[in-house]
């Protein structure tokens, strides 16, 4: 047969996918906001410990998702919003809710206005992550992602409940103490422009170095001997790799730069938004942008 032929120039195509295949993405985000509404349940029935596995539980599943919606070809701005929206009740509410009803209501007023505030905060960082979507680096995400913030709140919850007595009021006005402060740090991360690595990149078919198989066995070792203590340092450590990005590109300005840079070359010249020094990564990718836009008259491109 001839090579230039028809049959054999055209490229594949690949199989559109059915239409019972997009609800296989939704039944995880259900999942999750089964578990997240379950969670608050168990806070009514002062279960705060399980409560809050629920909480870390809805979040692997809400990893999942996206995954198996980007395998199937079946992502959708419907299977997005709805995501949004479970995420916002999962992430948001609930874990808001179940630190008032530890105890914050004591502290009246402001006992309920700080946890409305945390739930604000996500569904803001959910919206603005909606709007974002596909004009960013898909490397980082801009602000403190909710899942993780649900998470670190979720683990100094479980801490503050497994560790801390009913009857010392002293341990009692400090726990919630801690977890009003929590609530507006973890808050106030999410509509910041702080940079924080989605580990989207990583690819668990490629080959890796046989070293890496001591560091995972303690982790999970710590994970079984404590939970709790794990989860909330992971979860602190990441919460905190967003600040220590910005302070290093305040320090290290050409780091910044070069970072910014490398993630214009990978998105073929898409904006990249939220860097470690927002006003300056944002000129850097901008001024490469308009250099390259072929309607733009004053262009360099367009120059004789």
């Given at each position: 047969m001839d090579q230039n032929s028809p049959e054999t120039s055209e490229p594949r195509t690949r199989r559109k996918p059915s239409r019972g295949a997009y609800l296989i993405p939704s039944l995880f985000t259900v999942g999750s906001m089964a578990l997240g509404f379950y969670s608050i349940v168990l806070g009514l029935r002062g279960e705060f410990q399980l409560a809050v596995l629920l909480i870390f539980l809805a979040a692997f599943l809400d990893g999942l998702d996206g995954r198996i919606a980007r395998v199937t070809m079946t992502e959708s701005d419907f299977g997005r919003e709805y995501d949004s929206l479970a995420d916002l009740m999962t992430f948001g509410v609930a874990p808001a809710l179940l630190c008032y009803l530890w105890g914050?209501?004591?502290?009246?007023?402001?006992?309920?206005?700080?946890?409305?505030?945390?739930?604000?905060?996500?569904?803001?960082?959910?919206?603005?992550?909606?709007v974002h979507t596909g004009t960013q680096d898909k490397r980082f995400f801009v602000g403190?992602?909710?899942?993780?913030?649900a998470g670190g709140l979720g683990s100094l919850l479980y801490v503050a409940d497994a560790s801390i007595d009913a009857s010392t009021e002293t341990l009692l006005a400090v726990g919630r103490l801690g977890l009003l402060s929590a609530l507006l740090i973890f808050g106030l991360l999410m509509l910041s422009t702080f940079r924080y690595y989605s580990f989207k990149e990583l690819d668990p078919r490629r080959r890796w170095s046989f070293r890496i198989v001591v560091p995972i066995a303690l982790t999970l070792l710590l994970v079984v001997l404590h939970p709790p203590a794990v989860f909330l340092l992971v979860s602190g450590a990441y919460a905190l790799s967003g600040p220590l990005l910005w302070l290093k590109g305040r320090i290290r300005p050409g780091a910044v730069e070069a970072l910014s840079s490398e993630a214009l070359d990978s998105t073929a010249g898409s904006r990249v938004a939220g860097s470690p020094l927002p006003l300056a990564a944002h000129r850097l990718v901008e001024t490469a942008d308009d250099s390259n836009n072929p309607d733009d008259p004053d262009s360099s491109n367009n120059r004789n």
């Amino acid at each position: 047969m001839d090579q230039n032929s028809p049959e054999t120039s055209e490229p594949r195509t690949r199989r559109k996918p059915s239409r019972g295949a997009y609800l296989i993405p939704s039944l995880f985000t259900v999942g999750s906001m089964a578990l997240g509404f379950y969670s608050i349940v168990l806070g009514l029935r002062g279960e705060f410990q399980l409560a809050v596995l629920l909480i870390f539980l809805a979040a692997f599943l809400d990893g999942l998702d996206g995954r198996i919606a980007r395998v199937t070809m079946t992502e959708s701005d419907f299977g997005r919003e709805y995501d949004s929206l479970a995420d916002l009740m999962t992430f948001g509410v609930a874990p808001a809710l179940l630190c008032y009803l530890w105890g914050l209501d004591t502290f009246g007023r402001i006992g309920w206005l700080v946890p409305f505030l945390f739930a604000v905060c996500a569904a803001t960082r959910l919206a603005r992550f909606n709007v974002h979507t596909g004009t960013q680096d898909k490397r980082f995400f801009v602000g403190l992602p909710a899942p993780a913030a649900a998470g670190g709140l979720g683990s100094l919850l479980y801490v503050a409940d497994a560790s801390i007595d009913a009857s010392t009021e002293t341990l009692l006005a400090v726990g919630r103490l801690g977890l009003l402060s929590a609530l507006l740090i973890f808050g106030l991360l999410m509509l910041s422009t702080f940079r924080y690595y989605s580990f989207k990149e990583l690819d668990p078919r490629r080959r890796w170095s046989f070293r890496i198989v001591v560091p995972i066995a303690l982790t999970l070792l710590l994970v079984v001997l404590h939970p709790p203590a794990v989860f909330l340092l992971v979860s602190g450590a990441y919460a905190l790799s967003g600040p220590l990005l910005w302070l290093k590109g305040r320090i290290r300005p050409g780091a910044v730069e070069a970072l910014s840079s490398e993630a214009l070359d990978s998105t073929a010249g898409s904006r990249v938004a939220g860097s470690p020094l927002p006003l300056a990564a944002h000129r850097l990718v901008e001024t490469a942008d308009d250099s390259n836009n072929p309607d733009d008259p004053d262009s360099s491109n367009n120059r004789n």
